[in-house]
């Protein structure tokens, strides 16, 4: 409510997108930043200046009234049970399976042996950093702060990828890799965050078991869900039917998953794999084809414009305590080195029967950005007194990801190439 209205969920959707909107047009016209980087940009300036104005003028409530309409939006439900299928379909209708299968063991290891290392490691530094700053931090809440910082966005790397000049294997196993984390990390986040409520008492072999059942049954109900759409596309040639039918797999198939109790991230993923690849090369026209790529595209696009502006605006919803920021910086490090270790330790073990080449380990550890999906989770989390503090950690962990990562990850990528080159000529 702000003074006297109440906001429909409609109202909060509509600021959302007049907002980021407006923004990106200020971005693209003034600031010409990566969309990703510049939204984020924005709505921190734009949030820091509403702090700003409430310490300069203390009749000013702006900052309580952004905090209501942020607590009034059902982030679990909007975010989890909405944009996260929609996200992850959309990231995987643009990955080349072709050039996935050739890295697909890297990809399998590092989307479940490298989430699962990542998330123990960053869970269990967390876990000291907040003792050491008299933050009472439960052992399982700081595993959730790992779980959901763990998964690595596809899209805000994606387009810097393609400039950067990488081999397309490559290209296509950091998108791989990145879309199925995304759908590990959500189940791992789960069973994690069940027994960090309390709601579940989850023993190792259960969360095992839980664990193959909800990846295990998402990848079959994707597939399901995926051909039955293919089968349906290739039957006609109609682009509005059969962008019609690629949103009711979206929608019908994440409802289905949550129904049987099976993940529903990890299905989309599936699904959108397979009609991005044998639905578009098989049973597409190039009318239908442009058109539902380009609708995809479009919705892809504008979720991320919503949770990249959130991140920004997350600020005036974390507490004023300093020792917040310190866990947050702190955190920084930490990450990437639970990156680093999760991505060279597999990549070593591999390295006798597979190599990505030598672009590989910085793509992967540099280039694995932070972004929409960990804002979805952690935005997601029930409110209590963890909260504030898993928020400010993730918000400024992924402030550093999209804006210092972001904005140089294509140098770093260029330098490197240059570096080898140089090596190579030597030789």
């Known amino acids: 409510m702000i003074h006297g209205i109440v906001l429909t969920p409609f109202d909060a959707a509509a600021i959302l997108i007049v907002l ?20 984020t940009v924005m709505g921190a300036v734009a949030s820091l200046l509403v702090v700003g104005l409430d310490r300069l003028l203390p009749g000013s409530a702006l900052s309580d009234e952004i905090v209501r309409f942020l607590a009034g939006i059902d982030f679990h439900t909007t975010l989890m049970d909405g944009m996260l299928s929609f996200l992850l379909f959309a990231g995987a209708l643009h990955v080349d399976w072709a050039e996935m299968k050739r890295g697909r063991w890297p990809i399998l290891i ?68 990145s879309l199925f984390n995304d759908g590990v990390g959500v189940v791992v986040f789960t069973i994690i965050l069940a027994t960090a409520l309390g709601t579940e008492p989850v023993t190792p ?113 974390i507490p004023a305590d300093p020792r917040l920021l310190v866990l947050g910086a702190a955190a920084i490090p930490l990450i990437l080195l639970a990156r680093a270790t999760s991505v060279l330790l597999p990549l070593t073990v591999m390295r006798p029967f597979l ?3 030598a672009m590989a ?29 898993v928020l400010a950690a993730t918000y400024i962990v ?14 770093a990528l260029a330098w490197q190439s240059a570096r080898l080159t140089r090596r190579d000529q030597k030789v």
């Open 205 to 317: 072999a259960h969360a095992a078991a839980l664990f193959f059942v909800e990846a295990g049954g998402g990848i079959l109900l994707g597939l399901i869900v995926g051909w039955i759409a293919f089968r349906a596309m290739r039957s006609i040639d109609d682009y509005k039917t059969e962008v019609m039918i690629s949103l009711a797999v979206v929608m019908g198939g994440y409802t289905v998953a949550h129904w049987i109790h099976v993940s529903g991230p990890v299905a989309m993923a599936v699904a959108g794999l397979l009609i991005g690849n044998s639905g578009v090369a098989l049973a597409m026209s190039d009318i239908t084809r442009d058109y539902l790529l380009k609708f995809w595209s479009l919705i892809d696009d504008i979720l991320n414009a919503v949770l990249f502006l959130l991140i920004g605006l997350e600020v005036v919803m």
């Open 361 to 389: 380990p910085l793509t992967l550890i540099w280039g694995g950005l932070r972004g929409g999906i960990s804002v979805a989770l952690v935005l997601g989390l029930p409110d209590g007194p963890i909260k504030p503090i």
């Open 355 to 357: 190599t990505l080449g």
């Open 110 to 177: 590092l989307s479940t042996i490298g989430v699962l290392i990542s998330t123990a490691l960053i869970g269990g530094g967390f876990y000291l950093t907040a003792s050491q700053l008299g933050l009472g931090v439960p052992i399982a809440w700081c595993l959730v702060f790992g779980a959901l910082i763990s998964p690595t966005d596809p899209v805000a790397v994606m387009g810097v990828l393609k400039r950067a000049r990488v081999s397309p294997t490559l290209e296509a196993t950091v998108a791989g890799e």
């Open 398 to 411: 992924v402030l550093f990801s999209v804006i210092v990562q972001g904005g140089s990850v294509e140098r």
């Open 20 to 39: 980021a909107a407006v923004l990106s047009y200020f971005n693209h016209r003034v600031l010409k930043l990566p969309p990703s980087i510049g939204l």
